[in-house]
Each structure stands twice: as C-alpha cells, then as structure tokens.
C-alpha cells in the first residue's frame, strides 16, 4: 500500500490514505463487533443509516450508489465482501478482481462513513468454503425467481446471493439499501426477501451507470480484451433497437426478442445464452407488451459472462 498511517480506538481502525497528493479518511472495520459498534453510536444520534453491499473492484457505477446514499442518509457503510457462496467451482472466485486499496479510495471520495471488510471465516465462521460448496450452515432462498435465467445458468448463485445479503442486513440493520438495475434479477431476489421476511429495510434501484459507448459497467468488464470490449457493446445496441422499436408502436414480444437474438449471434466472439422480454414483477416470459415490460440479455465473450437490461416502461409505450 502506499504511504498511509493508522490510529486506534475501540477496535475500529481509522485510516489516513495519502494518494494522488489528497488526504483521505475513512473508518474501515473487519469484523461484526466492530461494525455493531460503529451501528450503535450512529443510532444514538438517530442517524438514518445507508448501505451499499458490494464485492470490490468497484467502478463509478458502484459511486453512484454510494453518493446515493450519502445524499439521501446520515451515516453510509460500504461492504466489500467476495462471497464465495455465490460462485460455482466453475466460476471465477479466486480470479474475482480485488482491489481493497482503491476501493476504500474510492468509498472515501464518495462520502462513505464506513468500510466493513469481513473474511470469509467472519462471515460464515470456521467451516471452510470452498467456492459454490455447501458447508454446515444455514442457507437463504427464495423459490421460483432463482430457478430462472441467471439462477437456472448458475445454480445456487441467488441462494449465495440472498444468505449474504440477509446476514448483512442483519449485521448493518440499515434504513435504505442501495442497488443497481443492471442486476435487474438479483434486486428481484432481493426484494422478495425482504418482503417476504418482513424486513425493515427500504431497497432503492438505482439507474445502470454506463460507458460512453453504451457497455453496462461491470467489475468483469476488465477481464475483457480490447477486440472483445468492443464487441461486448452490442449488448447495449441490442437492447436500445428494441426499446426504439417499442417506442415505434412494435407490442410483438417474441419478434422482438428474435431481433435481438439475431443481433448477438451475428456478433464475433458473442455467445449468446438467453435474449428475453419478460414481465419485470415475476420475470416470466410475456408475448406481447401491454405495459410494463424487461428486456433482458446475457451472453459470453471468451469467459467473460456479461449481463444487460432494458426497462419497457409505461414511456417506452407513449
């Protein structure tokens, strides 16, 4: 790490980053105790707490939701968490980008209070995790929506996905958490958790941040070559011709989704696994749009697995 000096108090480690000639202070905590510590003394002061789970390798996508948070709450804790019980042992766990240093710059830029930054020991105790196996614990799932598209592609990814958000709830106990829409499903998952767990957290879905050329950002994007970067915006292209072709007054679904479909397979290095148009409440195919609606891509460049989505609004429909 670059030069840096570090005091302590009641076990929270309170860091001064020296970079690019800014000074930086930000508290970072690694374990429950002392996140619990840091909840407790902003409830005292009847802060509204705000929080942004994320697995690292953060972008400005990532900022966004952040100074979300930061606008909209009193106190805003930052996760940074590769959780291995979301990836099957085919994936890209021990591959996954982490970039701590930076990411507490970035936290810190944003107006981030707090960075909780737990092991894998910390979050699912002694037992030993290797990546998509099922140790001795206790599990979260939420039925039907994670049997569909990215969870039937990736099986066990949302069961991982609802236990560490629960668990993280339940350590933070936020007023508001923050997500973004490219995650269209998992914020679905998500959501019905919460609902359904009668839970006392405010999900708020922030708008895809994107590249200049349209590309979603993605912590993946930088596995990409420069040949498959540029390929890969034709997740975008293809999304934005059906929301035009909506906004012309087309209401056929399945044409749609055959438009689509083609404008990937047509695309070097672009192995397409699903192209659909579903209903955005229960992700179910629809045939035809009569009202709200979701376009929805995922597909592969080389190994990099990238997803995308297009709300088909009530505006699209005007």
């Given at each position: 790490?670059?030069?840096?000096?570090?005091?302590r108090?009641?076990?929270?480690?309170?860091?001064?980053?020296?970079?690019?000639?800014?000074?930086m202070?930000?508290?970072?905590?690694?374990?429950?105790?002392?996140?619990?510590?840091?909840?407790?003394?902003?409830r005292?002061?009847r802060?509204?707490?705000?929080?942004?789970?994320?697995?690292?390798?953060?972008?400005?996508?990532?900022?966004?939701?952040?100074?979300?948070?930061v606008?909209e709450?009193?106190?805003?804790?930052?996760?940074?968490?590769?959780?291995?019980?979301?990836?099957?042992?085919?994936?890209?766990?021990?591959?996954?980008?982490?970039?701590?240093?930076?990411?507490v710059?970035?936290?810190?830029?944003?107006?981030a209070?707090l960075?909780?930054?737990?092991?894998?020991?910390?979050?699912?105790?002694?037992?030993?995790?290797?990546?998509?196996?099922?140790?001795r614990?206790?599990?979260?799932?939420?039925?039907?929506?994670?049997?569909?598209?990215?969870?039937?592609?990736?099986?066990?990814?949302?069961?991982?996905?609802?236990?560490?958000?629960?668990?993280?709830?339940?350590?933070?106990?936020?007023?508001?958490?923050?997500?973004g829409?490219?995650?269209?499903?998992?914020?679905?998952?998500?959501?019905?958790?919460?609902?359904?767990?009668?839970?006392?957290?405010?999900?708020?879905v922030?708008?895809?941040?994107?590249?200049?050329d349209?590309?979603?950002?993605?912590s993946?994007?930088?596995?990409?070559?420069s040949?498959?970067?540029?390929?890969?915006t034709?997740?975008?292209?293809?999304?934005?011709?059906?929301?035009?072709?909506?906004?012309e007054?087309?209401?056929?679904?399945?044409?749609?989704?055959?438009?689509?479909?083609?404008?990937?397979?047509?695309?070097?290095?672009?192995?397409?696994?699903?192209?659909v148009?579903?209903?955005?409440?229960?992700?179910?195919?629809i045939?035809?749009?009569?009202?709200?609606?979701?376009?929805l891509?995922?597909?592969?460049?080389?190994?990099?697995?990238?997803?995308?989505?297009?709300?088909?609004?009530?505006?699209?429909?005007?």
């Amino acid at each position: 790490m670059r030069g840096h000096g570090e005091s302590r108090s009641n076990n929270n480690v309170q860091t001064t980053w020296l970079c690019y000639d800014k000074v930086m202070n930000t508290t970072i905590v690694s374990t429950v105790r002392e996140l619990r510590q840091a909840v407790h003394q902003s409830r005292k002061k009847r802060q509204r707490i705000g929080f942004v789970p994320t697995m690292g390798a953060l972008h400005a996508g990532h900022v966004s939701l952040i100074k979300r948070s930061v606008e909209e709450c009193d106190y805003s804790i930052v996760s940074i968490f590769v959780n291995p019980t979301q990836f099957r042992p085919s994936e890209d766990y021990h591959k996954y980008p982490r970039t701590l240093e930076k990411d507490v710059e970035m936290c810190n830029q944003a107006g981030a209070q707090l960075v909780f930054t737990p092991s894998v020991e910390e979050m699912y105790g002694k037992a030993s995790f290797a990546a998509g196996e099922r140790a001795r614990s206790t599990f979260v799932e939420v039925p039907d929506i994670s049997d569909i598209l990215d969870g039937k592609s990736r099986p066990g990814h949302f069961r991982g996905v609802a236990t560490v958000v629960n668990k993280l709830f339940n350590q933070v106990l936020p007023d508001k958490a923050y997500f973004g829409q490219k995650d269209a499903q998992q914020v679905s998952v998500i959501q019905t958790m919460v609902r359904e767990l009668s839970m006392p957290v405010e999900i708020v879905v922030c708008p895809t941040m994107r590249e200049n050329d349209g590309l979603a950002m993605s912590s993946r994007n930088r596995y990409l070559t420069s040949k498959q970067r540029e390929n890969a915006t034709v997740l975008y292209h293809a999304l934005n011709e059906v929301r035009e072709r909506v906004i012309e007054g087309e209401r056929d679904a399945g044409l749609l989704q055959v438009i689509m479909a083609g404008m990937l397979e047509e695309t070097e290095g672009c192995e397409k696994e699903y192209s659909v148009i579903v209903n955005p409440e229960t992700f179910q195919p629809i045939s035809r749009i009569e009202g709200p609606a979701l376009a929805l891509i995922a597909a592969r460049f080389g190994e990099t697995r990238l997803i995308d989505n297009m709300q088909l609004g009530e505006n699209a429909l005007a």
